[in-house]
């Protein structure tokens, strides 16, 4: 699923009221070989995603749930458990240590798959063609956020191109992006894959 959800200026005002606070800027030159790659890393629930819960001879314990909008999820027995912003893994041994209250069999295994991802979102700012919130169910880079969002315009400053990136709450890096240097393949490990939460802006 991708498409334009929000206008740009919307996107960029739900970024900085999301984080609770008036939002600091830093702006540090790249090492784009150390920048943080979700395709490396496992992933992390959010908001909207749709997780499938299996505990092995047990199906009355499985189910399948959709993180709501605070976070949690509701399983049989344990009732809420708050799973967006973590990995399967760290649902997976939160939900073992809930349900050993109830469950004595040490043999049981629980499993945690993400059946549905809805909250893989970015923003493209400033001159592109269709500004706007974009969502995905595959990880994406610069240059395809910039296609998603039709490209560039005639007014873009293709070389002064800004990845902002939230590094904590309320504290956003600039990261700078040439995209002439990218389409060229002269500077190919500029073209970063996005996190959920990245803003695009093109000057």
């Known amino acids: 699923m991708r498409g334009v959800l929000l206008t740009a200026a919307a996107g960029l005002a739900l970024a900085a009221f999301s984080a609770g606070c008036a939002p600091t800027y830093v702006y540090n030159p ?3 070989a150390k920048e943080y790659d979700p395709r490396k890393h496992e992933y992390t629930i959010g908001v909207g995603d749709q997780i499938r819960i299996n ?3 047990m199906a009355d314990l ?3 749930a959709l993180v709501r909008a605070d976070g949690v999820i509701t399983m049989p027995l344990i009732g809420d458990v708050y799973v967006a912003g973590r990995t399967p893994t760290q649902v997976r041994e939160e939900l073992k240590k809930r349900l050993s209250e109830f469950v004595k069999d040490e043999t049981a295994v629980i499993t945690v798959a993400v059946t549905g991802i809805n909250s893989y979102r970015f923003v493209v700012s400033g001159n592109v063609a269709r500004a ?3 969502a ?3 990880f994406v880079s610069v ?3 910039l296609a998603l969002a039709g490209g560039p315009n005639q ?3 293709t ?3 800004l990845l902002i990136r939230m590094d904590s709450p309320g504290k956003f890096r600039h990261i700078p992006i040439n995209y002439d240097e990218i389409a060229s393949r002269k500077r190919p490990e500029q073209d970063l894959v996005l996190k959920a939460g990245d803003t695009v802006f093109v000057p």
């Open 30 to 32: 790249a090492n784009y």
């Open 55 to 57: 505990v092995w001879r």
């Open 62 to 64: 499985s189910s399948e």
């Open 132 to 134: 706007g919130i974009f």
């Open 136 to 138: 995905s169910n595959y």
């Open 143 to 145: 240059s395809e956020a």
């Open 155 to 157: 007014f873009a400053s």
């Open 159 to 161: 070389d002064q191109i």
